[in-house]
Nanobody, 120 residues
């Protein structure tokens, strides 16, 4: 059974940093694109960042570009999201997603999410 488990969320102040991790089990995703999404209360889930299986290129939403960095360790079947200069508007549940096939197509696997709360 495929599982994606996010960790690293928490309550921080504006300007602080957090590093999220998403550990996959049940199959390897070393040849699959992965990404991070988030959902704030009352809003739809939105794209945050994605990374190809090789690690290059990476893609970011405009609202996080320059502050967030996505990376991966294929040996650990894990993807990370380094979040710097956090803002209250970054408050959301952050979800990890993985593509079933290569670097294209939809994200077929999802984690349960980790809460990130940024206070002003």
């Amino acid at each position: 059974q495929v599982q994606l488990v996010e960790s690293g969320g928490g309550l921080v102040q504006a300007g602080d940093s957090l590093r999220l991790a998403c550990a996959a089990s049940g199959r390897t995703f070393s040849r699959n694109g992965m990404g991070w999404f988030r959902q704030a209360p009352g809003k739809e889930r939105e794209f945050v960042a994605s990374i190809t299986w090789s690690g290059i290129p990476t893609y970011y939403a405009g609202s996080v570009k320059g502050r967030f960095t996505i990376s991966r360790d294929n040996a650990k079947n894990t993807v990370y999201l380094q979040m710097n200069s956090l803002k209250p508007e970054d408050t959301a549940v952050y979800y990890c997603g993985a593509r079933a096939y290569g670097d294209s197509g939809q994200f077929d696997y999802w984690g349960q999410g980790t809460q990130v709360t940024v206070s002003s």
